[in-house]
DNA sequence: ATTTATTGTAAGGCATGCCTTACAATTTGT
DNA sequence: ACAAATTGTAAGGCATGCCTTACAATAAAT
């Protein structure tokens, strides 16, 4: 059990990992500590874990840096909060913070089945502004 | 710190408390380990926490019976289960199945805002089951 | 009434994830 | 080159939540 199943504490330790890479930013640990919000000792024991999965590389005083396996993991994370952040805010009307907040704690237990059918939900409301429109009016009444 | 701020875990035992309660069936400690897949000894664990935080009133080898604000917690849990599976289920068009698997976890983290959200679009929805169609037709492309 | 089944729980463990303290190793700045 | 700042981490803790084992208390069945 030491490969798989990566907990949503991890996965969030990767997203923000991903984050940097995604913007050529160079990350050590210090910097994720501050990032996240949580101490040093933490992301300590936290980056060996997922040197042990083989999703991270790093030597101490380095950066960190994602493996192949490491981005493609990362990716799916970041991705499916986008969906639901843009869900939220496109089409439930959401404020970016609020929606944001909550897809950073869904983005870890929502299906996939589900985020699919939020994809096509939100690119139908794209397509169909006035829907919006009238959804809004009868929100009214 | 007793009273206040329930974990998601307490949250599914007073859930499934509060399902015996709308039923008018007698619940011991048992027969709610057994309905909840967990061993006695936790679920032992568990409800002298609810008494703690006085939600429910329980003594050994008597049935569990909710307080006043018991109810009122749990009320809250179980329509929050219920927006959100009526959400995925007739909005998002997922099986009972998994928009109830989603539920149970997302309903311990999610925003009311997104809720109440999530509950004007079901009407929506329900008032305009042409929208379904359009939408399905549009998938399919 | 007494055996049998059920129910409850104390004790001791495991895992996750976060903390502080305190010290070690490495960089950086001058 | 060396003091100062930064970075890393071991050790020891705390909380949550779940487990098994093993025994105690109660309820049910005959």
């Not at 984050?19 to 500590?33: F, M, R, S, V, W």
């Not at 805010?89 to 609020?98: K, Q, R, T, Y």
């Not at 409301?125 to 009016?137: A, S, T």
Request: hydrophobic share 35%; charged share 30%.
């Amino acid at each position: 059990m030491t490969e798989k199943n990566i907990s949503s504490g991890l996965e969030d330790y990767l997203e923000e990992i991903y984050i940097a890479y995604l913007n050529n930013n160079i990350l050590k640990g210090a910097e994720l500590a501050r990032k996240m919000n949580i101490s040093r000792a933490s992301v300590s024991e936290a980056l060996a874990k997922l040197v042990a999965k083989k999703l991270i590389t790093y030597n101490s005083y380095e950066p960190i840096s994602l493996t192949k396996q490491g981005i493609e993991e990362a990716k799916k994370v970041y991705d499916k909060h986008h969906i639901l952040k843009n869900f939220f805010e496109n089409v439930l009307e959401i404020s970016p913070d609020e929606a944001g907040e909550n897809a950073c704690k869904i983005e870890h237990i929502i299906s996939q089945n589900i985020l699919n059918k939020m994809i096509s939900l939100t690119k139908f409301y794209e397509n169909h502004p006035e829907l919006i429109q009238k959804y809004k009016e009868e929100q009214i009444k």
